[in-house]
T-cell receptor, first 113, second 112 residues
């Protein structure tokens, strides 16, 4: 079955430090990958997406992610986090031509002042 | 566009009562998704529609749950009868073709 794995449920990090949130997906011939962010009491918003082309994808708020086919990973990174980045981050995948989007279990990023 | 609109924002009901959650997708979007979010299980896809037709309802927990999409601008998720374990945040999302999902603000459901 197709799945998305986020191994870290919570990641505490000091303000202005770099952060990496990990995501692995089940291998497929065709996969589209996404990172969404959820702020408290809100719905999810798209941070960035990988459909094809360059494996390094830049998103909003200074985040970027790298698609690594050999490791089936799509880790999210930011070189310097801000307090306002405190939120829950979800990795998601859409396989082949299917509309269905599978989400990981989420990683709560806590930025410590 | 106002985005995906869900109502109500909060619903508190008693066990056994019928609950109806509503969703208005973004105009022009042809896919609509219902998700449920809980601390224990995270974000679960319940059902999704493409061009108003249910495509995959394998995530619907049981027969107490039903969803309809009578037209391109409206969908409902109904729980009858409701149970305390149904308490969660229910999200509706819409998309066009294979583009990103746009989420509503969710309905916080509490079943007492």
């Amino acid at each position: 079955a197709q799945s998305v794995t986020q191994l870290d449920s919570q990641v505490p990090v000091f303000e202005e430090a770099p952060v990496e949130l990990r995501c692995n997906y089940s291998s497929s011939v065709s996969v589209y990958l996404f990172w969404y962010v959820q702020y408290p009491n809100q719905g999810l918003q798209l941070l960035l997406k990988y459909l094809s082309g360059s494996t390094l994808v830049k998103g909003i708020n200074g985040f970027e992610a790298e698609f690594n086919k050999s490791q089936t990973s799509f880790h999210l990174r930011k070189p310097s986090v801000h307090i306002s980045d405190t939120a829950e981050y979800f990795c998601a995948a859409r396989y082949g031509g299917y509309q269905k989007v599978t989400f990981g279990t989420g990683t709560k990023l806590q930025v410590i002042p | 566009d106002a985005g995906v609109i869900q109502s109500p924002r909060h619903e508190v009901t008693e066990m056994g009562q019928e609950v109806t959650l509503r969703c208005k997708p973004i105009s022009g979007h042809n896919s609509l998704f219902w998700y449920r979010q809980t601390m224990m299980r995270g974000l679960e896809l319940l059902i999704y529609f493409n061009n108003n037709v249910p495509i995959d309802d394998s995530g619907m927990p049981e027969d107490r749950f039903s969803a309809k999409m009578p037209n391109a601008s409206f969908s409902t998720l109904k729980i009858q009868p409701s149970e305390p374990r149904d308490s969660a945040v229910y999200f509706c999302a819409s998309s066009f073709e294979n583009e990103k999902l746009f989420f509503g603000s969710g309905t916080q459901l509490s079943v007492l």
